[in-house]
C-alpha cells in the first residue's frame, strides 16, 4: 500500500508471514508491557476488517501517543474519526491517562485534519530518536 508506505514508513513486509512476525515481534508485546496496544478496526458487519487505531509508548516522547491506518477504500469515510474517538475515550476513562500525544509527517494532511477533529493540537515539529524525519507533534490534555 503506496499510502502506508509514504506516510507510515516501510517496514519490509512483503508477506503475509512477514506481516505475522512483525505482529506478534513489534505490536503484540505492547499489550504484556504497557495494557495497550494497536487494535483492529472492522466494519459492523463484523467480518471486513479495515484498518486499525490504538495507543503506542514510545521511548522518545513523554506521552503515549495515538496512532491510526486505514485502507485506501475506507479512508474518508468517517471509520478514522470514530476509532480514534473510542481510543481518546479508552484513553482516558479506562487507562487513566492524562495527555495524549499523535506524531505524522508534515504533508500527511489527512492524519493532520483527523487529528485536530478529535481536539488533538499541533505543539511543535520534533525528530524522534535515531529518525532523521521530521515530525509534527500533537498534543491534548484528557483530564
Avoid at 503506496?2 to 513486509?13: A, H, L
Avoid at 474518508?76 to 506524531?103: N, P, Q
Amino acid at each position: 500500500m503506496p499510502e502506508w508506505i509514504q506516510f507510515i514508513g516501510d517496514r519490509n513486509i512483503k508477506t503475509l508471514a512477514d506481516a505475522e512476525h512483525y505482529i506478534v515481534a513489534k505490536l503484540m508485546p505492547s499489550y504484556a508491557t504497557n495494557g495497550f496496544g494497536f487494535y483492529l478496526v472492522k466494519l459492523k458487519d463484523g467480518e471486513t476488517p479495515i484498518g486499525m487505531c490504538g495507543l503506542v509508548k514510545r521511548d522518545s516522547l513523554e506521552n503515549e501517543d495515538i496512532g491510526f491506518a486505514f485502507l485506501t477504500n475506507f479512508t474518508g469515510k468517517g471509520y478514522a474519526f470514530e476509532a480514534a474517538t473510542a481510543t481518546l475515550l479508552h484513553a482516558k476513562e479506562d487507562l487513566k491517562l492524562g495527555k495524549i500525544s499523535a506524531i505524522t509527517v508534515p504533508n500527511n494532511i489527512n492524519s493532520i485534519r483527523l487529528l485536530e477533529k478529535i481536539g488533538l493540537g499541533f505543539q511543535k515539529n520534533i525528530k524522534l530518536a535515531d529518525d532523521a524525519e521530521e515530525l509534527m507533534l500533537f498534543e491534548k490534555d484528557l483530564n
